[in-house]
């Protein structure tokens, strides 16, 4: 199974209620097929960057689960007939988590192999 984000934005007069089942449906299709959710994040209502279905701002909320694509499907299924539910996006984070090890590594590995600067004390040897 593989990590995904999926951020999505509600409308801002949705009462709280509402969003509350929103989210709660979302995390048990995640749930139900197998999946883990990591992690839930209601980031409250902030501005949009330009005009949605002629709203200012949305609630946005973060799902961090680890699941499979049919999954990620049906979540982005049901969030696309919700009729709330202004804009949303799913992005597989497992990629980036390993690019970001290979990276580390590739410095680790680059800091081994640096000879020590000219002037720089040698370093002790072992009595």
């Known amino acids: 199974m593989r990590i995904y984000e999926t951020i999505f934005i509600l409308k801002p007069d949705l009462p709280d209620d509402e969003a509350d089942r929103i989210v709660a449906q979302m995390e048990s299709v995640i749930t139900s097929s197998g999946g883990t959710l990591r992690k839930t994040d209601r980031m409250g209502r902030r501005r949009l960057a330009y005009l949605i279905r002629r709203y200012r701002e949305g609630q946005y909320v973060l799902l961090d689960a680890e699941c499979d694509a049919a999954t990620v499907q049906e ?10 539910v202004l804009k949303y996006q799913t992005v597989r984070v497992d990629e980036e988590l390993k690019r970001a090890a290979k990276l580390q590594q590739a410095r ?6 640096k000879k020590p600067r000219r002037g720089a004390e040698p370093a002790a040897a072992p009595a």
């Not at 979540?75 to 709330?84: A, D, I, Y």
């Not at 680790?108 to 192999?113: M, Q, S, V, W």
Request: charged residues 45%; hydrophobic residues 40%; proline residues 6%.
């Open 75 to 84: 979540v982005e299924r049901r969030l696309k007939v919700t009729e709330p």
């Open 108 to 113: 680790a590995k680059n800091a081994a192999r």
